[in-house]
């Protein structure tokens, strides 16, 4: 059960270095870096984190290699780098189609595209079974059933502001969804995804 809760899957990204999250006023604990139009924190193990150089400029591209963890329970997507270095600004035809590098590797990122929807009962009565349905008749008819995955969660902790959903990797909560609301939501978070 914990093997389909949890899937982790190795990325390698080039990416815009915009800063770093500290842990005790020292230590980089994360890197923060743009990829496409999207910000990710990628935690840095304490290997990377001494030897990493504090002159390193916002703005210059980093290819990172590491792991993705994703939580479908929780909705959490987690990077941990295993090695950074300094890029070439990629090609900006394909930053804006895929800012993952590897074609592999964009296959398991879009396979990480899902959106939580809570079914628990006060979600599901208050309109959370009219959301999952029209959801998943809007990836039908846009040709996104087989990118983007809906996935029935437990309580999210917000019941009185039912139903929920949470759209993934961006971690991009929703409450008080209504069935008319998807269509905005898909062409807010996926349509860039339409090929």
């Not at 093997?3 to 990204?13: G, H, P, R, S, W």
């Not at 990377?48 to 390193?56: C, G, R």
């Not at 916002?58 to 329970?73: A, C, D, P």
């Not at 809570?118 to 079974?129: F, I, N, P, R």
């Amino acid at each position: 059960m914990s093997k389909l809760a949890t899937e982790i899957t190795d990325f390698q990204v080039v990416a815009k270095f915009l800063g770093v999250i500290l842990k005790d006023g020292y230590r980089v604990k994360y890197l923060k870096v743009a990829i496409g139009d999207r910000e990710f924190w990628i935690k840095l193990p304490k290997e990377l984190s001494q030897s990493f150089d504090p002159n390193l400029s916002v703005g210059v591209w980093l290819e990172i290699r590491g792991t993705q963890q994703l939580e479908r329970k929780k909705g959490i997507l987690k990077l941990e780098a295993s090695s950074f270095s300094i890029a070439n600004a990629p090609d900006t035809s394909l930053s804006q189609a895929a800012p993952v590098t590897e074609t592999n590797i964009t296959k398991k990122k879009n396979q990480a595209a899902c959106i939580l929807i809570c079914q628990k009962s006060d979600c599901w009565q208050s309109g959370g079974k009219e959301v999952y349905q029209r959801l998943e008749e809007e990836l039908r008819d846009r040709g996104l059933s087989d990118r983007v995955q809906i996935q029935k969660t437990g309580c999210q902790k917000q019941c009185k502001q039912a139903p929920n959903l949470v759209i993934m990797p961006s971690k991009n909560r929703h409450s008080n969804v209504k069935p008319s609301q998807v269509d905005s939501l898909l062409d807010r978070y996926f349509d860039n995804a339409i090929s």
